[in-house]
T-cell receptor, first 114, second 111 residues
Framework: DVKVTQSSRYLVKRTGEKVFLECVQD?????MFWYRQDPGLGLRLIYF???????EKGDIPEGYSVSREKKERFSLILESASTNQTSMYLC?????????????FGPGTRLTVT | TQLLEQSPQFLSIQEGENLTVYCNSS?????LQWYRQEPGEGPVLLVT???GGEVKKLKRLTFQFGDARKDSSLHITAAQPGDTGLYLC???????????WGAGTKLIIKP
């Protein structure tokens, strides 16, 4: 079974802090994704990566950056956290080829910025 | 802009009833996925439909892809409390492995 793990289930940070969210997958997937999920808005893509050191902006990259130094690990960075970044953050991975669109998710990190 | 609209947004029914939720778009998708998300967890892939008109069954869940590959439905027969969750549909785009996501249908099955 694919396993995607996220470093924290719950996180509380103060405005202006730098926040690191880490995601690790154990299935040797090429593609990794960071989403945020807010009620009524569905999943919105922040960034994704299709290879080590490669990244592409999603729909809402402002205020975020990412790092992928190893294939299995994809980090999301909030350079200076703001209250409007309070959300559920979901990491996902997928393989390449025919099943590239089938994404496997971690349990999520619920981030509160006060 | 490609959009996926899910309806209803919220559905609360009694155990044993049947229900259908919908995922509609004006765009054509190469494939469409359905996911279920339980509270406090990430979405879990249920099924992928690829061919127009395709029907897939997963126990009491029946998934259908529209003939024109613009819409899909999920039918649950004899719903059980364990079916409670947020059901999300997602469509395959042409670029960069990105999915277009619906906002979800929140389903509650009361015992």
């Amino acid at each position: 079974d694919v396993k995607v793990t996220q470093s924290s289930r719950y996180l509380v940070k103060r405005t202006g802090e730098k926040v690191f969210l880490e995601c690790v997958q154990d299935m040797d997937h090429e593609n990794m994704f960071w989403y945020r999920q807010d009620p009524g808005l569905g999943l919105r893509l922040i960034y994704f990566s299709y290879d080590v050191k490669m990244k592409e902006k999603g729909d809402i990259p402002e205020g975020y950056s990412v790092s992928r130094e190893k294939k299995e690990r994809f980090s999301l960075i909030l350079e200076s956290a703001s209250t409007n970044q309070t959300s559920m953050y979901l990491c996902a991975s997928s393989s390449s080829g025919d099943r590239a669109y089938e994404q496997y998710f971690g349990p999520g990190t619920r981030l509160t910025v006060t | 802009t490609q959009l996926l609209e899910q309806s209803p947004q919220f559905l609360s029914i009694q155990e044993g009833e049947n229900l259908t939720v919908y995922c509609n778009s004006s765009s054509v998708f190469s494939s469409l996925q359905w996911y279920r998300q339980e509270p406090g967890e990430g979405p879990v892939l249920l099924v992928t439909v690829v061919t127009g008109g395709e029907v897939k069954k997963l126990k009491r869940l029946t998934f259908q892809f529209g003939d024109a590959r613009k819409d899909s439905s999920l039918h649950i027969t004899a719903a059980q409390p364990g079916d409670t969750g947020l059901y999300l549909c997602a469509g395959e785009t042409d670029s960069n492995y990105q999915l277009i996501w619906g906002a979800g249908t929140k389903l509650i099955i009361k015992p």
